[in-house]
């Protein structure tokens, strides 16, 4: 059978996530503001996020500490399709060393293709899935020419992908992320909502910047303690919410998805 006539895969919480120790080097992670970084605070607070994970059934894999600042946000640097792991090229020249360790794991359980085109920058936090679609983020990391490369690995494995232009935020998953099957949290001053309305995804606005990247993992959804706000909502609408502190996370332009790689069952897929 093959993967365009096989049946639409379901939503479901990950089955593995990859992580990796915050390093000493994190304090010059790379970020938009002076901001100082306490990196013991940094360590403490992604140790509670793995624990998250691992409450919510997750089996969790944690890569041991690498002196490159920006390491710990292993989701940019690969990108999942449901027969392929799409190995990518980050948008900031000094990320690029991330690669080659995640890639080396990753290599011996998964087929990966790897971008190598000089001209193609594509970070993983610019990649949203949505059932059989991907959104992809044009951003200050991520190009056209890297969106045209996974595009094509992506139809290949039977998913339609969409290029939309960020308004605002480093990476597209800064803006806007799945709550669940059928459901956004969006930052409506950063993403248009109506680029997802208009295909019949319902979205929620966050009420803070910090509430727009949430960790959807099926009954369960991880949230940032910096979006009270939004926490509120969620909890409103009967959702259950899983609060962490990642403020020093914040403080490097990252955020929950950015700390992880996320693998799904067989015929299904995970945020």
Same mark, same amino acid.
């Given at each position: 059978?093959?993967?365009?006539?096989?049946?639409?895969?379901?939503?479901? %919480?990950?089955?593995? =996530?990859?992580? !990796?120790?915050?390093?000493? /080097?994190?304090?010059? #992670?790379? $970020?938009?503001?002076? *901001? %100082?970084?306490?990196? =013991?605070?940094? !360590?403490?607070?992604?140790? /509670?996020?793995?624990? #998250?994970? $691992?409450?919510?059934? *997750?089996?969790?894999?944690?890569?041991?500490?690498?002196?490159?600042?920006?390491?710990?946000?292993?989701?940019?640097?690969?990108?999942?399709?449901?027969?392929?792991?799409?190995?990518?090229?980050?948008?900031?020249?000094?990320?690029?060393?991330?690669?080659?360790?995640?890639?080396?794991?990753?290599?011996?359980?998964?087929?990966?293709?790897?971008?190598?085109?000089?001209?193609?920058?594509?970070?993983?936090?610019?990649?949203?899935?949505?059932?059989?679609?991907?959104?992809?983020?044009?951003?200050?990391?991520?190009?056209?020419?890297?969106?045209?490369?996974?595009?094509?690995?992506?139809?290949?494995?039977?998913?339609?992908?969409?290029?939309?232009?960020?308004?605002?935020?480093?990476?597209?998953?800064?803006?806007?992320?799945?709550?669940?099957?059928?459901?956004?949290?969006?930052?409506?001053?950063?993403?248009?909502?109506?680029?997802?309305?208009?295909?019949?995804?319902?979205?929620?606005?966050?009420?803070?910047?910090?509430?727009?990247?949430?960790?959807?993992?099926?009954?369960?959804?991880?949230?940032?303690?910096?979006?009270?706000?939004?926490?509120?909502?969620?909890?409103?609408?009967?959702?259950?919410?899983?609060?962490?502190?990642?403020?020093?996370?914040?403080?490097?332009?990252?955020?929950?998805?950015?700390?992880?790689?996320?693998?799904?069952?067989?015929?299904?897929?995970?945020?």
């Amino acid at each position: 059978m093959t993967e365009s006539s096989s049946p639409a895969p379901i939503f479901s %919480r990950p089955e593995h =996530a990859l992580t !990796r120790t915050v390093s000493e /080097s994190f304090q010059n #992670a790379i $970020r938009s503001s002076d *901001i %100082r970084i306490d990196v =013991a605070r940094a !360590r403490r607070q992604h140790h /509670s996020y793995v624990a #998250a994970l $691992r409450d919510a059934g *997750i089996t969790v894999s944690i890569l041991p500490p690498v002196d490159m600042p920006d390491g710990c946000f292993i989701e940019d640097v690969a990108v999942l399709l449901p027969n392929t792991v799409a190995i990518a090229r980050p948008g900031a020249p000094q990320r690029r060393s991330e690669v080659a360790s995640v890639a080396q794991f990753l290599q011996p359980n998964y087929p990966t293709v790897q971008l190598s085109q000089p001209n193609a920058t594509l970070d993983g936090g610019d990649v949203m899935r949505m059932g059989q679609t991907l959104f992809i983020g044009l951003s200050s990391r991520t190009n056209e020419a890297g969106a045209q490369w996974l595009a094509k690995h992506a139809h290949s494995n039977g998913i339609e992908a969409i290029p939309i232009p960020l308004q605002e935020g480093l990476h597209l998953k800064s803006v806007v992320t799945v709550i669940d099957q059928s459901t956004l949290s969006i930052w409506a001053d950063g993403m248009d909502p109506a680029h997802f309305r208009d295909r019949g995804i319902a979205c929620i606005e966050a009420s803070e910047f910090e509430g727009a990247n949430l960790l959807g993992l099926g009954d369960t959804i991880i949230a940032s303690a910096a979006a009270p706000r939004t926490i509120e909502t969620l909890v409103r609408s009967g959702r259950t919410v899983k609060v962490v502190e990642v403020d020093e996370f914040h403080n490097a332009d990252g955020a929950l998805t950015c700390l992880s790689l996320r693998f799904s069952r067989a015929n299904a897929w995970c945020v």
